[in-house]
């Protein structure tokens, strides 16, 4: 089944303490349609500035991902400027000029409208919810958030919370969105918000899913050479959500193979820069990895 | 088969957010003794002060706990006082009385020098050595270690690692004797240096397993209510020596199914102070958890 997907463009510059890569393609959409591309067809809407030279787009062109929604506006791209720290988990924001990204009104081109598997990327949440206006019968809305949401527009948030199947969060960000300093309690605080799926990121500490009144934990894939962990968590949501429309089910077990398979994906993001290394891989790749990691998991 | 276990006997003041805890029975052999004696025999060395009422041991008389080798010596028993952080992930010493665990030599009685499982628990690694010195023909040895060692016993510590075949060791710590930052590479890294099996402690995080060449992630098992972590750490090298030392057997099947059993038993020491989970438990609960544990992390 095909995912529609809404979230960021942008140029990332991107800083580390052995490298550096700049105007490098990123934003949450790209990440995630990288991602879930691997398992189905990907539907993009997002929005860029005149600035931005099409043929940047020509990584999709080996996958099945409609770039058709893609608006161009006047002005320029958002960018982005992080430095991250030493230990690789945190990081610095240097600059964000979100130009073109500030204003944007998400508009589902008509072909869109029926799409069933709904992504929407880390976002104001008034805008997420007017995608969800604007699709006809979404089987299963998954969602990104931020701590600004949680911040400043707390009530369209809760909103929000009460139209989607699953909701992406990190760890600090569900402790501020609960209050809960410990992260179990607060995974179920979350899924009696609304969401029947709830995914606690922990960075290199893998993740928590949350369902059916259920935790499952699942550790991060082993990397021994984190080069730029950007996009990790897009491209984990990708692998999550290509693998639910992929198998058309959100049972338990087909939840934690899509956590399993995002845990993978988000692997290889942090391998190379930006998304080096996500938009050059097949599925054969993908799933030589899975295997690897399904041997590492597996205790009896 | 029966352990040997050497280390120390506390008594514990622990403060948290929401309690504490004043001279509570603790200290790295007790706990270890309490998680692995549900598997099977554990010879305890340790020594206490004057003033430790011996009844305080009465929590072994249940099980099969062999408290011969405690050497009482005039003098105070090991005192410390810590207080832990909001996140329950770190703690600050408020104060150490080493007393009478300062001048520990460990003496091993002779019954119990043909003890072919052997856990060093923390301690001055000359002392974990004088150890494998009276032990006959040990089959497995496994050491616990801390970042004093590490600064202060570099070479000491590198001699034991030479002679011993798992180590416990957190993530800071492995970060420090190895210099990689990566704890992949630095878990690798131990490997090169004489153990065939390296276990890094994440706490709430979970731990990385190696041996092989391989790791193996464990995520922890959620606990919603964390009381106190204080001995978590060596009740996991319980649950994971004793189940070694249950199966005779080392095989990376067993080392992760008593990383497993490691995992469940730290998770019930964090849910009461000191050792008044741990202590308590039987089998069939444990069995109970573990079958929790082992359905929350198969994914396939």
């Known amino acids: 089944m095909a995912i529609l997907a809404v979230g960021s463009i942008a140029f990332d510059t991107i800083e580390t303490l052995t490298g550096r890569a700049d105007e490098a393609l990123g934003g949450s959409a790209i990440y995630f349609s990288c991602a879930a591309s691997l398992f189905g067809d990907v539907r993009l809407v997002g929005v860029v500035g005149g600035d931005f030279p099409q043929e940047r787009l020509d ?3 080996a996958r099945p991902v409609d770039i058709s929604g893609l608006e161009i506006r006047e002005g320029k791209t958002f960018r982005w400027h992080g430095r991250y720290h030493e230990d ?9 000029q979100l130009n073109v990204f500030g204003e944007f009104q ?6 869109f409208r029926e799409t069933e598997y709904v992504f929407l990327a880390n976002c104001h949440p008034a805008l997420q919810m007017s995608v969800l206006d604007q699709v006809k ?29 699953g909701l992406l969060i990190n760890d600090d960000e569900a402790r501020m969105l609960t ?15 609304g969401p029947r799926l709830v995914v606690i990121k922990k960075g290199e500490h893998g993740s928590l899913l ?26 984990f949501a ?9 198998n058309d089910d959100w049972s338990m077990e087909t939840l934690k193979r899509g956590a399993a398979y995002g845990t993978v994906l988000a692997s290889f993001t942090c391998e190379k820069f930006g998304v080096d290394s996500v938009s050059v891989l097949d599925r054969p790749a993908l799933e030589n990895r899975l295997a690897a990691y399904r041997e590492m998991i597996t205790v009896w």
């Open 238 to 246: 990708g692998g999550l959500m290509g693998y639910i429309a992929e």
């Open 137 to 165: 019968k979404p089987k299963f809305v998954m969602a990104d958030t931020m701590n600004l949401w949680i911040d400043t527009t707390p009530d369209d948030l809760r909103r929000l919370l009460g139209r989607i199947d």
């Open 59 to 61: 990584l999709f062109k």
């Open 210 to 235: 949350f369902a059916n009144g259920k935790c499952a934990p699942l550790p991060a894939y082993p990397v021994e050479r984190v080069i730029d962990p950007t996009g990790a968590g897009d491209s």
């Open 88 to 96: 690789m988990n945190s990081r610095d924001t240097i600059d964000v």
């Open 106 to 111: 998400p508009k589902i081109p008509p072909a």
């Open 179 to 193: 209050g809960a300093p410990n992260l179990v309690v607060a995974g179920k605080r979350i899924l009696e918000m």
